[in-house]
């Protein structure tokens, strides 16, 4: 097991605050500024994915009849708008889903964006004021060649821009579905500099669709993009896990091979250019794959996890351990070509991302430490029964491993004394109660304790913190999973009352 765990969170598109409040992008594909009198404008996109049964959170004012742009008027805590931690109240929205919302009523923009469906691309606008933080300055720009498919008549994207507005040729919208979003290597913001060799920086947006309906069934565009920097990820033996928030159905843009010495590993044999993976900027080729969605890959084949990556929902999490050093990986088994079926980074949640003092890491928390490093520690808790009793259940584990014999939480009631109490977790060990040891005792002995003890007992417990490397420096956005069961376990303080105080 590894001495360290360093974690980062990848999200596709954060706009991290500055000190004005104001969100600059440090992954916005394809942002673009212009000056105005108050600073700057910035122009972005902004993906937005949920399941079927999330509330956007999301509501849009203005419309020509209401004679003012269209912008974000509300974001509900706890939407997915909100969660995202890339909008804010008074952005402009300049499109949905690739549709301009200049000519739009209010109602026709209310109808639009409820119709968007689960994959909302928006087109937005935000000013910083003069010196502000450059949204570029934590991304580098690449450029690609990809090719598409047609698809009845189209290729599954509409594009905006060109000499006439100002702005370089850009991808507005990929739909959802098409081979283009499938393939993963085309996103909202990506600048198209050459359709099939022509040279389009130049040209007009009218010129741009002229090329693209001349192509045949295949279409070959160069694009520039952006590629997220992680300056905080050194190179060293220390796992990293990386989640990417992901449509379904597009693809991730690595291929896997499997290595044998000096042990059986998976690893990362290719990275697609342009493809989710290469824009996240956290994947290289030579990384080892330890788990996918919490899934130890330990003793697994390179299909297996290939199966695991497919069936992933909107979020796929890795845990890796960089391999920087290899150019290129042994490929001593089956190599997993590029697949369609994978998976996506695309725009995700409220997590670190930074410029300046700000890292794009972000530590985690868990009490569900799996395979990862952790230290166990040790506390008492006092339970006091109500009318339903102590709110838990216990097990005792079998088999082997570490926590064979071991007397052990397997459920806590919700809203019983030990959800209340807050400290408690399914997994924790029960090592004594009441002074009584639970080493080596049947459940059945456990469960007589517990009833010939009344109506209060005291446990001693054992439970896992996950062991992370912090940092030397720079201000970090730390994520805890926080759950029914548990409280969130910090006092806050004021540090100059402590001063005053001292």
Request: charged residues 20%; glycine residues 10%.
């Amino acid at each position: 097991m590894f001495d360290n765990l360093y974690m980062a969170m990848i999200f596709g598109c954060f706009r991290p605050r500055t000190d004005d409040g104001r969100d600059t992008s440090s992954h916005n594909e394809g942002s673009h500024t212009s000056s105005t009198a108050s600073g700057t404008r910035i122009v972005t996109y902004v993906e937005l994915l949920r399941r079927t049964s999330e509330p956007l959170g999301l509501v849009l004012d203005g419309g020509t009849d209401r004679d003012m742009p269209v912008f974000v008027a509300e974001l509900y805590p706890g939407g997915v708008a909100d969660n995202s931690g890339t909008l804010q109240r008074g952005d402009l929205v300049l499109a949905i889903n690739g549709v301009s919302t200049d000519p739009l009523t209010h109602q026709e923009v209310t109808s639009l964006l409820q119709n968007a469906g689960n994959y909302i691309n928006l087109e937005i606008a935000y000013d910083t004021p003069p010196g502000g933080a450059n949204p570029d300055e934590d991304t580098v720009k690449k450029m690609a060649n990809v090719t598409f498919k047609k698809e009845g008549n189209a290729f599954g994207f509409t594009i905006s821009g060109g000499k006439t507005e100002g702005r370089p040729i850009t991808v507005s919208h990929v739909l959802v579905g098409t081979a283009a979003y499938r393939k993963g290597t085309l996103k909202a913001g990506d600048h198209i500099t050459r359709i099939k060799g022509t040279d389009v920086r130049k040209a007009t947006k009218k010129e741009a669709l002229s090329l693209l309906q001349a192509c045949g069934e295949n279409c070959t565009m160069e694009i520039e993009y952006d590629v997220t920097l992680h300056s905080g990820l050194s190179e060293g033996n220390r796992p990293l896990q990386v989640e990417i928030l992901k449509p379904k159905a597009a693809s991730l843009g690595i291929s896997l091979t499997e290595s044998r010495s000096p042990c059986p590993m998976i690893l990362i044999s290719k990275i697609q250019e342009a493809g989710i993976a290469d824009r996240c900027g956290a994947l290289h080729v030579g990384d080892q794959l330890l788990s996918i969605n919490d899934t130890s890959l330990e003793n697994r084949a390179v299909n297996e996890a290939i199966q695991l990556l497919i069936h992933s929902d909107f979020h796929v999490k890795l845990d890796i351990l960089p391999g920087r050093g290899m150019q290129q990986p042994p490929e001593l088994a089956n190599d997993e070509a590029f697949s369609d079926s994978v998976s996506h980074v695309s725009h995700g949640e409220h997590l670190a991302g930074s410029q300046a003092s700000h890292s794009q890491l972000s530590l985690i928390s868990s009490t569900r430490t799996h395979h990862l490093p952790y230290y166990p520690d040790t506390m008492e808790v006092t339970l006091h029964a109500d009318s339903i009793g102590f709110g838990l259940s216990l097990d005792v584990v079998v088999g082997a491993g570490d926590c064979s014999g071991f007397l052990t939480i397997a459920s806590i009631m919700k809203g019983g004394p030990a959800a209340r109490l807050g400290q408690l977790c399914i997994g924790d060990r029960v090592l004594a109660i009441n002074g009584i040891k639970m080493k080596g005792v049947t459940l059945e002995q456990a469960v007589k304790i517990v009833h010939e003890a009344g109506d209060l007992i005291t446990m001693e417990v054992e439970f896992n913190i996950t062991d992370t490397v912090v940092p030397p420096s720079g201000t970090f956005e730390v994520k805890m999973v926080k759950t029914d069961t548990l409280n969130l376990g910090i006092t806050i303080n004021d540090e100059l009352t402590r001063l005053l105080e001292a």
